[in-house]
């Protein structure tokens, strides 16, 4: 039963618990019954409660079921209502006079905002905190529940741009291998791979790897589902194996995915998933990745095109051979390792004249005969461009003094015997040739360099 | 004054007040009447995933604060592993310090375990531990080892369960050996042939190797027990329908 339908019940129970409380003083005060003294307060303390909460009548109420309960009292006790001092009751008692004041009064406060609004607002808000608590609850409940997964999820989108950002590299290999680390979080990649389309090889190479899954070091364009993928520009799915009898004959059971990288005019290499948990293995989870692709191409263009302007400034356009600046981080790194190794410096005096009557490409073909000249020998030699465009430097690792001075001579005597071709005509090289040991007094290149420079001149 | 702005407006400018920091505070302020739905609103969408760079080392020890072991939660563990190898000596040290704690928790979660002979618990903990490590490390080596180990009790007191053989499958697959876990998933089949976390098992490892009527086989098993209603293993499956 709801507290509303009770409360008519809860209030007769205290109009009685009341009456039964001025039947009790009575029977205790026998010998001064009724409101003598202080003896009133029995009767009137429970009226004025009555009155605050249910108005006057019921105090009224509460004090005539006392008066009741009194006379009651003297009819057992004196067995005669008569010898109950009812005049004391019914005569103007100030205590009777100030109860029913007392009554009229608190109940008059009651039915007024004041307090029995109070008290209404009280409970709303009683009632309302509770439900409120309630609801709560179950707010703080679904809070943890997605709180937890917020906080441990990895493949959330701000994650996704934070990863994007990663892939602003000039490196290839290091932005392929941000997109794989980037395809393992939101696609659930396990293994995977990067191919590059070599063009010299006509093959594709790996650029990076990622999980356990082997991945072989370059792959066919034909015969393999990668070079599949990047011949067509299309997607190859695992899916296809089964339906398409010509890719179940490429395929070796390894690759799961295998997606073409860069615009579809012009394929820059193919993206590999070699394995990938079954749930992953989804049409959308497909789309994603592609989508992950599409988003890193202007990284990837970027990274591409520095690389090959990085190539560029690597290596003379005319000559084709590594330009000045490589050659002086070559000497610097063979100078750091202070293992013996020359240098060889050759200058072509009449390389601008054979230009100009034989075209550019005397001076490619002068580099390649000084290049066949020296790499008759077994050392690794790195022929580069030196300072002027008529200068060619050669780094022997190995060579000291004696070595050096004899391969200067032999080269020089090489030359003149077979003197090269350039354009159906043999043509004789103004050489000179300087050559320099490290030594251990050498404090830095730059002495080993002036010594050669040094005969150079000297031979003018 | 921040009490005269209403809604939302009362965030921008300087703060007046601490701001509330997390969602559960804002919950229990508006239960106490010190704080708004907006303070529930702005303290929600300032929860980022653990693994969002930078990490904020204040987010990290609040998320320790409510983690514990057993529960299959890694983002925290791998979040602090992260940062071991950051340029700030102060940060990798603090990321060393937490996960000295994870470890602590997880080493009394596991006697704990072993006091009440539940080996099943103490498979999950060392599995967990493993995938923390790492499994090719030699410590991640070792606490596969002690999680399989735990399971071998139970296999001997004949007390595996379907869970606890899922984990077994998991485990084999955690050490790399697939053919073991086929072979274990099967035969688990044949005591919960209904179970779809072990149907997934084996529809995951068939797909591994590429055996693709084993596949086919598992994918329409799955179907018959009504695990392909909907969800991410239904899209994956019914690919191969």
Known sequence: ?460 | MESDRSGFERFRGRPGLARIRTPDAAIRGLLNGAAEPEDLYEAAGRVRPLASKPQDPADLDRALARWSPGKGDLALGRAFKGLLDSSDQETALHAAESMSVMEVRYAKAIDTARKNNNQYMQAILYSELAELTGVRETLGIFYLRQAFEALVVLSDRKALNCDSLKLAVKLQLLMGRTKTAIQLAQKALKSYPNDPGLLEALADLKFQVRDYEGLRAVVRRLEEVGALDMGRLSQAARRWL
């Open chain 1, 1 to 460: 039963m709801g507290i509303r339908k009770a409360r008519p019940w809860i209030m007769t129970a205290e109009l009685v618990a009341a009456a039964a409380t001025a039947f009790a003083w009575n029977a205790l005060s026998a010998s001064a019954p009724g409101f003598p003294g202080l003896a009133f307060l029995p009767y009137w303390l429970p009226a004025v409660v009555f009155a605050s909460f249910y108005g006057p009548w019921i105090a009224y109420a509460s004090i005539g079921l006392s008066l009741l309960a009194i006379a009651g009292l003297s009819i057992l006790t004196a067995g005669d209502f008569s010898a109950f001092p009812i005049h004391e009751l019914v005569s103007p008692s100030a205590a009777l006079v100030l109860a029913a004041i007392s009554a009229l009064g608190f109940g008059s406060i009651a039915r007024k905002d004041g307090f029995a609004s109070l008290l209404q607002r009280y409970r709303a808000a009683y009632k309302d905190k509770l439900r409120l608590g309630r609801t709560l609850e179950a707010v703080k409940i679904v809070n943890a529940y997605y709180e937890k997964e917020l906080l441990s999820a990895q493949d959330a989108l701000p994650l996704l741009h934070e990863h994007l950002r990663g892939l602003n590299t000039r490196s290839v290999s290091e932005l392929a291998s941000g997109l794989l680390a980037l395809a393992n979080r939101f696609a659930s990649l396990r293994s995977g791979a990067v191919y590059r389309y070599d063009e010299r090889a006509d093959q594709l190479e790996l650029v990076a790897r990622y999980g356990d899954s082997p991945a072989p070091a370059s792959r066919p364009l034909e015969g393999s589902v990668e070079g599949w993928a990047f011949r067509n520009a299309s997607r190859f799915t695992l899916r296809q194996v089964l339906e398409d009898p010509y890719l179940a004959k490429m395929d070796d059971g390894r690759v799961v995915l295998a997606l073409p990288l860069g615009p579809a005019e012009h394929s820059w290499g193919v993206f590999v998933a070699l394995d990938m948990p079954f749930v992953a293995y989804t049409e959308s989870n497909e789309r994603a990745l592609s989508a992950i692709l599409e988003l890193a191409r202007p990284y990837l263009e970027r990274a591409v095109r520095f690389e090959r302007l990085a190539r560029e400034s690597d290596f003379d356009a005319h000559s084709g051979i590594p330009s000045y600046g490589q050659f002086s981080a070559l000497l610097a790194d063979a100078f750091s390792r202070e293992t013996p190794f020359s240098l060889i410096l050759c200058q072509i005096d009449n390389l601008r004249s054979m230009i100009q009557e034989l075209g550019p490409a005397a001076e490619r073909a002068c580099v390649s005969s000084l290049s066949s000249v020296f790499s008759g020998t077994d050392a690794a030699i790195e022929l580069c461009q030196y300072k002027r465009s008529d200068q060619i430097a050669i780094l022997i690792p190995g060579l000291r003094e004696d070595g050096v001075s004899r391969m200067s001579l032999e080269a020089l005597a090489a030359l003149q015997s077979q003197p090269p071709v350039i354009a159906d005509r043999e043509v004789r090289l103004d050489l000179r040739i300087g050559f320099a040991s490290r030594r251990a007094a050498d404090q830095s290149s730059e002495d080993m360099t002036g010594r050669a420079e040094l005969l150079i001149e000297m031979q003018a």
